[in-house]
């Protein structure tokens, strides 16, 4: 059984790389979710997190260089401070986290904010930025993104309907994830997930970062802001849905 995982590991973790690299550089970051659940499959999900956090780093550096004059500053301020609370939380309930119940609670916000989206009156009003929204939002990315790597969706949540430009929007993402996951590196060190194993597992799938990064910035220029939001939205649906179903199969 060990040697068919094994056998299984590399195409299921390259096609997770491929997705998060997509999903961050090119819209948003929402479907980079499904690279833990992916690559889960065949190995334990804490593990599967460890060897990705690295290569989520690796992707960083190119998508902040892309969009390194592009972002909202004002919706960072008020993001950051409440994800590095949320990562503090997160490293404290490392060992009584369920990742199963994580999964569900996102998994559930997200379906339910999508559907409300496409059901609701005010599918094409534009909010702005709010302190106690983002703050709530932010905190709770941090933590999720900590135990799962599936900060995406609280901070959809927050940042889709204010209708930013859409390279802003990814911009945004882009640079608050970042910054998130350098800190990540500290606690998943001092919890010993960074061990040589994952690291050099993660270093042999590193050359895959950069071709998912690229092959996002060239989709996202192809699609029409109007086509985008709705990508996102749909991108959102389906991640809330995946995890859904990979935390109540998992209780």
């Known amino acids: 059984m060990q040697m068919i995982e094994e056998f299984l590991f590399y195409p299921l973790a390259a096609l997770a790389i491929l997705i998060a690299g997509i999903a961050k550089s090119g819209f948003g970051g929402g479907l980079g979710v499904l690279s833990v659940p992916l690559m ?23 998508t902040v260089w892309h969009y390194r004059r592009i972002w909202d500053r004002k919706n960072l301020i008020i993001l950051l401070p409440a994800a590095m609370v ?22 559930l916000i997200a379906v339910i904010f999508v559907i409300n989206f496409f059901t609701g009156k005010s599918v094409d009003q534009k909010k702005d930025a709010n302190f106690l929204s983002g703050s709530f939002w932010g905190a709770i990315a941090g933590f999720t993104s900590f135990g799962v ?13 204010q209708r930013l430009e859409k390279s802003l929007y990814v911009g945004t993402t882009v640079l608050f994830f ?17 061990n040589t194993n994952n690291l050099l597992t ?16 060239k989709l996202h220029h192809k699609v029409n802001e109007k086509l985008f939001y709705r990508l996102c939205y749909i991108f959102l649906f389906i991640t809330g849905l995946k995890l859904l179903y990979d935390g109540l199969s998992h209780l």
């Open 40 to 62: 889960s499959l065949v190995i334990a999900p804490p593990r599967a997190a460890a060897i990705m956090l690295p290569l989520l780093c690796v992707m960083d550096l190119f």
């Open 86 to 107: 949320g990562i503090f939380i997160g490293s404290l309930f490392f060992k009584y986290l369920s990742e199963a119940h994580i999964r569900i609670m996102v998994g």
């Open 149 to 161: 790597h599936a900060g995406g969706p609280p901070v959809n949540i927050y940042l889709l309907p």
């Open 178 to 194: 970042t910054i998130v996951n350098y800190v990540k590196l500290i606690p998943y060190a001092l919890l010993g997930q960074l």
């Open 202 to 217: 993660s270093l042999i799938l590193s050359p895959l970062a950069p071709v998912g990064v690229y092959l996002g910035i």
